[in-house]
């Protein structure tokens, strides 16, 4: 990365660009989704509560009076939400240039999604599978497309057993499922990139996390929540991680981006490194070959 410090007004104006953002009515999906308007994409907030969303498109227009913004109802803990979205999507829109996989759960106590998927998994990872193998199409057809994944620095605690991968057999322990997610975001962006660059498309698949960010996302961890006053950095920076594999000029399909700063909890974005295991190819061929099962949805790249 060319700057040191990469901000938001490192960010070209983005007309002409349509933009998803999912989980986007707060936390970094939201600043996500407001620097994006700002810059004068044309930006879909993606969310399970409308009233959210709606409240989110407020605060958005107050700012940048003409910014063009449209909220559209999306449950990825329900697969037939996510067809719905996709759906009408695509009717409505010709091309999509940034997919930004935002939105996620973390720690709550055990419960499945509508198709029985433990809920962190479901929605961090078979969610956005889900949806982004049904915008594939759209989103190869468009010229520099780009697919942002947010993981976490929790991926390092993930390890994902393939035979109970929704915990029916074994104790629920949150935070262990969070870093399976969170390491299965990173397994989907290695696979999707190998994918299309075989099929030598030009969009690219980057995935980013965004250090110790204050955000609702830990209002089930008391202790996260606690520490953040001490440790946190503010939502504006933590989305710039996300921003930059966004919109920043030199990346690369399969890049990871986080802060710079000490062990990666703050400071301005870079390019970082995930842990060993999640370059597996191994287990992100897998873990394809699981989300396709489950899901029910294949897509020839």
Known sequence: MKQKKWDIENISDQNGK??????????????AARVMAIKNAEVIIAVRNPEKGEKALEKIVSEKKDAKVKVMNLDLADLESVKRFTDEFIKKYKNLDILINNAGVMVPPYSKTKDGFELQMGTNHFGHFALTLQLLDILNKTKGSRIVNVSSMAHKYGDI?????????????????????????LYFTSELSRKLKEKRTDT???????GWTATDLQRHNSAADFLNRFFAQKVDMGALPTLYAAVG?????????????????????????????????????????????????????
């Open 204 to 210: 690219k698949v980057i995935s980013a996390h965004p």
């Open 161 to 185: 057993n393939f035979d109970d991968i929704n915990w029916e057999n074994r104790k629920y322990k949150p935070m262990k499922s969070y870093g399976d997610s969170k390491i299965a975001n």
């Open 18 to 31: 349509i933009v998803i953002v999912t989980g986007s009515s707060s936390g970094i999906g939201f600043e």
């Open 249 to 301: 000029v030199d990346t690369e399909s399969g890049d990871f981006f986080g802060p710079s700063g000490f062990m990666e909890i703050k400071g301005y974005p870079k390019k970082v490194l995930p842990n060993k295991l999640s370059g597996d190819e191994n287990i992100a061929k897998r873990l394809w070959e699981v989300s396709e099962n489950l899901t029910g949805i294949n897509y020839k790249i």
